[in-house]
Nanobody, 127 residues
Framework: QVQFVESGGGLVQPGGSLRLSCAAP????????IGWFRQVPGKEREGVAC????????YYEDSVKGRFTISRDNAKNTVYLQMNSLKPEDTAVYYC????????????????????WGQGTQVTVSS
């Protein structure tokens, strides 16, 4: 069973940065669009960013535009989420997953299109 593995979370002060990594042991990510999502207790999981499989298309949720950057290294079979200028409202568990329906990213990632969820990595932004 495929399960993605997220890492890189932690505690950071407001204005700080973190880089999250998404790996997929036994699964080749290169042929899929990959999305990052986040979830806080009591709320729905929301799409944050996605990157297309071959054209490099990207899309960001409005609240993270200009602060977060998604990228992929197919040679390392890894997708990254660089998060800068972090705010307390970015605090959440962050997940990555593969889009099994589309190969390009042109809108905010929708949960129903994605699968192979990992356990997530906690990001806490606090002073």
């Amino acid at each position: 069973q495929v399960q993605f593995v997220e890492s890189g979370g932690g505690l950071v002060q407001p204005g700080g940065s973190l880089r999250l990594s998404c790996a997929a042991p036994g699964f080749t990510m290169a042929g899929y669009a990959i999305g990052w999502f986040r979830q806080v207790p009591g709320k729905e999981r929301e799409g944050v960013a996605c990157i297309g499989s071959s054209d490099g298309s990207t899309y960001y949720e409005d609240s993270v535009k200009g602060r977060f950057t998604i990228s992929r290294d197919n040679a390392k079979n890894t997708v990254y989420l660089q998060m800068n200028s972090l705010k307390p409202e970015d605090t959440a568990v962050y997940y990555c997953a593969a889009n099994l329906m589309r190969s390009r990213c042109s809108y905010t990632p929708a949960q129903y299109e994605y699968d192979y969820w990992g356990q997530g990595t906690q990001v806490t932004v606090s002073s």
